[in-house]
């Protein structure tokens, strides 16, 4: 079975703070992870995604996220906050050779202050 | 390339009724998911079609039903409406079921209100 949780349905950020939205997975076999920007109104966009290759991988928008085996974690990381990074970001799994389908956090909404 | 396509993109409908959403994947792309996604209940899978086949279905009554066509669009139905069936109606797509590394693509979804 494979699992996700966000920690903290809210963080809230001053402009030009760093950004970290954690993420925790738990799956049986070696996971594919990926991290999803929803602004409101819209459908999902893809940040960055893990597949096995580098650890620390880097996204779209400044975004990178390391994903940590013996901490079973795929924190999300922006090293300052701009205004339009406010959305709804989602962390989601899928277990390789599993039932192919992605489980998603409950999402972590973020708020930047000027 | 055309991404995935949602329609309609709002909908308002009385409880009771029925209704058809529709979507279309990114061309080449096989495997088609729901997902709905309520006021503050993150994404909740609904139904995987993949190269014609209804694959799994999540934790929702038979009311909520679809199918895929030999182009790979694909079609959620929901009989009987409830309030409780408002919501952000989204779809993927990936292009083979056995590729997670490429991700999954989402449309911009659709806007269910049940009134």
């Known amino acids: 079975a494979q699992s996700v949780t966000q920690l903290g349905s809210h963080v809230s950020v001053s402009e030009g703070a760093l950004v970290l939205l954690r993420c925790n997975y738990s799956s049986s076999v070696p996971p594919y992870l990926f991290w999803y920007v929803q602004y409101p109104n819209q459908g999902l966009q893809l940040l960055l995604k893990?597949?096995?290759?580098?650890?620390l991988v880097k996204g779209i928008n400044g975004f990178e996220a390391e994903f940590k085996k013996s901490e079973t974690s795929f924190h999300l990381t922006k090293p300052s906050a701009h205004m339009s990074d406010a959305a709804e970001y989602f962390c989601?799994?899928?277990?390789?050779?599993?039932?192919?389908?992605?489980?998603f956090g409950r999402g972590t909404s973020l708020i930047v202050h000027p | 390339e055309a991404g995935v396509t949602q329609s309609p993109t709002h909908l308002i409908k009385t409880r009771g009724q029925q209704v058809t959403l529709r979507c279309s994947p990114i061309s080449g792309h096989t495997s088609v998911y729901w997902y709905q996604q309520a006021l503050g209940l993150g994404l909740q899978f609904l139904l995987w079609?993949?190269?014609?086949?209804?694959?799994n279905r999540g934790n929702f009554p038979p009311r909520f039903s679809g199918r895929q066509f030999p182009n790979y669009s694909s079609e959620l139905n929901v009989n009987a409406l409830e309030l409780e069936d408002s919501a952000l109606y989204l779809c993927?797509?990936?292009?083979?079921?056995?590729?997670?590394?490429?991700?999954?693509?989402f449309g911009s979804g659709t806007r269910l209100t049940v009134v």
């Open positions: 989601a799994v899928i277990s390789s050779g599993g039932s192919y389908i992605p489980t």
């Open positions: 993927a797509s990936i292009i083979r079921r056995d590729r997670p590394n490429y991700g999954y693509t």
């Open positions: 079609y993949d190269e014609g086949e209804e694959r």
């Open positions: 893990y597949t096995s290759a580098a650890t």
